[in-house]
C-alpha cells in the first residue's frame, strides 16, 4: 500500500504524522535543556529521596567528571548498569553518558551466567552494581575484562547521617545485602564526592552515535545488544510525545514508574520521554510488594502511570489501591506484553481512567505503534507513531493486504542500527529493502489500527520480560540426565505466560524438584520453568526438528 496515502487522514485532529527529529542531537542535550528549564522541580523520587532537576544536573556531573578524571574511560567504552529503580540510576546513566560512554542496562536478577556472558560480550570496562547483588559481581569480575567497580546502597542519595543508618538496617537488620568482598571498589557517595572537585570536560554527541546497548534475543535465542544510538533515542520520545497529545502539561506530571528503568519500556518513556516535559518520576524499586507499592501511592496526587497487564490486575485486586484519590489521575500507558481486555476495563472501573497500549521492541527503542490518548482503541496497539513505516509481509516477503495477517515490519529513526558485534544476526532481521522484521503476526485494519493477532514465533513473556526457548533449552539440556527438551509457554493468571519444558530423561530417577534447582543456580527467576512434562519423546519435523507449537497446543496448562 501507499503508506503515507493512507495515512493521511487516520490520526486524530492535532497529531500530525511527523516531527522534527532534529530538535536535539543528543540525549545529553535533551538532558542539558531539561535540567536548567525544570531546575527546581522534583524529577526523581524513591526510598524516600527525592532529586530535583539541579540536583540531578550537578551529581550526574560530578560522575562524569570523576570518569574523565579518575579513570582511563574514554568516549565509546561500555560501563554496565545493574540496579533496580533507585535515584542513583539516573545520577549514573545520564553521568556516563555526559561523559561520553556507553551505557549497558544489566538486569539486576541475573545470575552470575547471564552477568559474564553480557559483560563480556559488550567489552564493559566499568560496573556500577548496587551492594545486593554485590556478591555476584564478586564471582564474575575475574572472568570479565571489567577495571573499575563502584558500588551503591540503597540509600546512598541520602544526607550522610541517614545514608547510614539507613544502609546499616539493610544490611543487619533486613539481611539484604549478602556478604562480599570486592577491595579495590569505590562507593558511590566516594565518587561523587571525588568528581565534585574535578573539572568536567562536556563531550560532544552526535545522533550517530551509540548511547545504550540493550541487551534482547531479539527473534532468536541467545543474547545480543542491540545498538541503540543518541538519535534513536531522541527520536523515539519526539515520536512518541505527540500521541499523548496536550495529556502531558510541562512541568506538571507526577508520574508513577514501577517497570525498572533497565528496561527499554520504562527506560525511554522515563528517562527520556518524561525527563524531557520535566516530570517527576515515582521510582518504585520493588513493585512486588503491593502494600508498600499502595502505601507510597499514598504520598503522590499522581497524574500519570506506567504498568503492564499483570501490574494492573494485581493492584485492582487491593482493597487500599481501590481506596486511593484518582482525581489526577490522566494517563496510563501500557506495554511489555499484551493488554487483556478485562484487564482494561477493570483499570478504567477502578480509576476512571482508560489504558493507552503501545507496541515495541527493544531494537525499535521501543515505541512502534501507540494508542492516541483522544481515540484510544481497544484491542488493538493502535496506529504507528510520527514518520514511522509500517507493513505487513507473508512468508515469501510479499505485502499482505489491509485485514490480512502477516509479519509486522518496521522502519522508522528509532529502528536500531543493528547488533553489537553480530552483523549477520543484523542483517536476517532486516528485509532487502531495510525493514526490521518484528517476528510477530499483525493486521493492518482499514481505520490504520494495528492489531497483533499471533505471539512472536517461540518467545514467552513473563510478567513483559522476553524469555527464549534456545536459552531455556540450552540450560535444562545441559543437565546429564537430560537427552533432549523443549520449552514453550503457557497461559499464566499471574504472570501471563508461563514457562513450561517438555523433556526427554536419560535416567528414571530425574524428577522436577532436581531440575528445577538446576534452572534456578543458572537462570534469572523468572525464566525458571515453572512446569515441567516427561516424555517418552517429542514430536519432531522430517529433519529432526522438534515441534514446539505442536507441544504447545497439546498442553492443557
Not at 512502534?368 to 509500517?390: D, E, M, R, Y
Request: glycine residues 8%; contains cysteine; proline residues 6%.
Amino acid at each position: 500500500m501507499d503508506f503515507e496515502q493512507f495515512y493521511q487522514d487516520k490520526y486524530p485532529p492535532g497529531v500530525a504524522g511527523s516531527v522534527d527529529l532534529n530538535q536535539y542531537q543528543s540525549m545529553v542535550e535533551v538532558f542539558d535543556q531539561a535540567v536548567k528549564k525544570y531546575a527546581d522541580r522534583p524529577a526523581f523520587s524513591a526510598v524516600g529521596v527525592t532529586l530535583t532537576y539541579r540536583d540531578l544536573d550537578e551529581r550526574s556531573r560530578s560522575f562524569a567528571a570523576w570518569l574523565q578524571n579518575k579513570t582511563n574511560l574514554k568516549p565509546g567504552d561500555r560501563i554496565a548498569v545493574q540496579m533496580p529503580n533507585l535515584t542513583q540510576y539516573p545520577v549514573v546513566v545520564f553521568g556516563a553518558m555526559r561523559a561520553g560512554l556507553i551505557v549497558v542496562n544489566t538486569n539486576p536478577l541475573y545470575t552470575t551466567r547471564e552477568m559474564e556472558h553480557q559483560f563480556n560480550d559488550s567489552g564493559a570496562k566499568a560496573l556500577v552494581v548496587l551492594a545486593n547483588m554485590a556478591s555476584n559481581a564478586e564471582k564474575v569480575l575475574p572472568h570479565t575484562g571489567i577495571e573499575y567497580v563502584i558500588v551503591t546502597e540503597i540509600a546512598d542519595m541520602h544526607s550522610p547521617l541517614k545514608r547510614k543508618i539507613m544502609n546499616a538496617v539493610v544490611k543487619h537488620v533486613k539481611k539484604m545485602v549478602p556478604d562480599y568482598r570486592l577491595p579495590k571498589a569505590h562507593s558511590l557517595p566516594s565518587v561523587l564526592s571525588a568528581g565534585a572537585r574535578e573539572k568536567f570536560s562536556p563531550v560532544s554527541c552526535k545522533q550517530d552515535d551509540i548511547a545504550v546497548l540493550q541487551y534482547t534475543g531479539g527473534t532468536t535465542g541467545v543474547a545480543k545488544g542491540a545498538m541503540l544510538t543518541h538519535g534513536n533515542l531522541v527520536a523515539n520520545l519526539l515520536q512518541t510525545r505527540p500521541m499523548m497529545e496536550s495529556v502531558i502539561e510541562e512541568g506538571k506530571e507526577v508520574i508513577i514508574a514501577p517497570l525498572p528503568l533497565y528496561h527499554i519500556y520504562s527506560f525511554t518513556l522515563n528517562c527520556g520521554i518524561m525527563l524531557e516535559a520535566g516530570a517527576h518520576n515515582v521510582l518504585i524499586p520493588n513493585p512486588r510488594d503491593i502494600p508498600g507499592f499502595v502505601k507510597e501511592l499514598k504520598n503522590y496526587r499522581f497524574t500519570g502511570f506506567l504498568g503492564l497487564n499483570t501490574l494492573f490486575v494485581a493492584l485492582c485486586n487491593n482493597e487500599e489501591f481501590k481506596a486511593l484519590d484518582f482525581s489526577g489521575l490522566k494517563l496510563t500507558s501500557s506495554g511489555g506484553m499484551a493488554l487483556t481486555s478485562d484487564t482494561a476495563k477493570l483499570w478504567q472501573r477502578v480509576t476512571g481512567c482508560e489504558i493507552s497500549e503501545g507496541y515495541g521492541m527493544t531494537e525499535t527503542s521501543p515505541v512502534v505503534t501507540f494508542n492516541p490518548h483522544s481515540a484510544i482503541q481497544l484491542g488493538t496497539i493502535g496506529l504507528p507513531i510520527c514518520n514511522t513505516k509500517i507493513k505487513t509481509v507473508d512468508d515469501d516477503g510479499n505485502e499482505t493486504a489491509l485485514g490480512e495477517p502477516g509479519e509486522l515490519c518496521v522502519k522508522g529513526p528509532q529502528v536500531m542500527r543493528g547488533y553489537w558485534q553480530r552483523p549477520e544476526e543484523t542483517q536476517k532481521s532486516f528485509t532487502e529493502d531495510g525493514y526490521l522484521r518484528t517476528g510477530d503476526i499483525a493486521l493492518i485494519q482499514e481505520d490504520g489500527y494495528v492489531r497483533i493477532v499471533d505471539r512472536k514465533k517461540d518467545m514467552i513473556i513473563v510478567s513483559g520480560f522476553n524469555v527464549y526457548p534456545n536459552e531455556i533449552e540450552d540450560v535444562v539440556s545441559s543437565h546429564p540426565k537430560v537427552t533432549e527438551c523443549a520449552a514453550v509457554g503457557v497461559d499464566d493468571k499471574k504472570s501471563g505466560e508461563a514457562v513450561k519444558v517438555f523433556l526427554v530423561a536419560s535416567s528414571p530417577d530425574l524428577t522436577e524438584g532436581e531440575l528445577k534447582e538446576f534452572c534456578r543456580e543458572r537462570l534469572t527467576a523468572y525464566k525458571v520453568p515453572k512446569y515441567f512434562e516427561f516424555r517418552d519423546d517429542l514430536p519432531k519435523t522430517n529433519v529432526g526438528k522438534i515441534l514446539r507449537r505442536e507441544l504447545r497446543d497439546s498442553s492443557p496448562t
